[in-house]
């Protein structure tokens, strides 16, 4: 019943650590604590100068960061370079200013003569996505019971958490419903 209106089904696309909110009472809740996570760091550096990268977005290998943003090419900001971390290893005991170090030498290896930022800031999301494990737990669309669709990246075993996985569950989400009802 949604603003009492009655509904015959109901897709529930929501994160796996949303769902306790939602379907509080399903039997699905006490299998979420086998999922787990990985962040996704993104650091701000706003240098005092135009710095300008050698892409919008530029993919980085042996490094810290995973990708570089130059944000005066994407948004106009001046001076503004974003890195981008994903489920980092080997950050361990490092502080947020060593972090910001160590960013800075991957800018360094593009753009040398960089002088030190005049400002900067660590964002850190930490379940950004599901962790990818080989044999996860990885519920069928209907596990939630009669009526109840569930779809999001983490229910498609084929895929990493990714929009590409995410599209994909929603359409089969729909489709199943489609299916049960149609026939
Ligand atoms: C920083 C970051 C960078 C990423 N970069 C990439 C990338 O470059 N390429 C890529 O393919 N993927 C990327 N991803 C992963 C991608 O964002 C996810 O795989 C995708 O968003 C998952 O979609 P979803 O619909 O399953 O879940 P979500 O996008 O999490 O959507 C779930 C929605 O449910 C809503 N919700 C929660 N509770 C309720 C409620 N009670 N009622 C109503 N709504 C509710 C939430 O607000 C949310 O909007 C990135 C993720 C992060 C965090």
Same mark, same amino acid.
């Given at each position: 019943?949604?603003?009492?209106?009655?509904?015959?089904?109901?897709?529930?696309?929501?994160?796996?650590?949303?769902?306790?909110?939602?379907?509080?009472?399903?039997?699905?809740? !006490?299998?979420?604590?086998?999922?787990?996570?990985?962040?996704?760091?993104?650091?701000?550096?706003?240098?005092?100068?135009?710095?300008?990268?050698?892409?919008?977005?530029?993919?980085?290998?042996?490094?810290?960061?995973?990708?570089?943003?130059?944000?005066?090419?994407?948004?106009?900001? !001046?001076?503004?370079?974003?890195?981008?971390? !994903?489920?980092?290893?080997?950050?361990?005991?490092?502080?947020?200013?060593?972090?910001?170090?160590?960013?800075?030498?991957?800018?360094?290896?593009?753009?040398?003569?960089?002088?030190?930022?005049?400002?900067?800031?660590?964002?850190?999301?930490?379940?950004?996505?599901?962790?990818?494990?080989?044999?996860?737990?990885?519920?069928?669309?209907?596990?939630?019971?009669?009526?109840?669709?569930?779809?999001?990246?983490?229910?498609?075993?084929?895929?990493?958490?990714?929009?590409?996985?995410?599209?994909?569950?929603?359409?089969?989400?729909?489709?199943?419903?489609?299916?049960?009802?149609?026939?």
């Amino acid at each position: 019943m949604v603003e009492g209106e009655a509904f015959d089904a109901v897709i529930v696309a929501v994160a796996p650590y949303h769902l306790p909110h939602v379907l509080p009472e399903s039997p699905l809740v !006490s299998r979420l604590q086998s999922l787990h996570y990985w962040p996704i760091y993104t650091v701000y550096l706003q240098f005092g100068q135009p710095v300008s990268l050698p892409q919008a977005m530029t993919g980085l290998r042996g490094g810290t960061a995973d990708w570089l943003f130059d944000r005066a090419a994407l948004t106009g900001e !001046s001076g503004l370079v974003a890195a981008v971390l !994903s489920a980092p290893s080997g950050l361990e005991g490092i502080d947020q200013q060593g972090l910001v170090r160590r960013v800075l030498v991957d800018v360094r290896r593009l753009v040398p003569q960089v002088a030190e930022p005049l400002s900067w800031r660590v964002v850190v999301e930490k379940r950004a996505t599901f962790a990818a494990e080989v044999g996860r737990w990885c519920p069928p669309l209907r596990a939630a019971g009669p009526g109840c669709y569930l779809a999001g990246d983490w229910l498609m075993p084929d895929y990493p958490a990714t929009l590409e996985g995410a599209v994909r569950s929603g359409v089969a989400a729909a489709r199943a419903l489609l299916a049960d009802y149609q026939s």
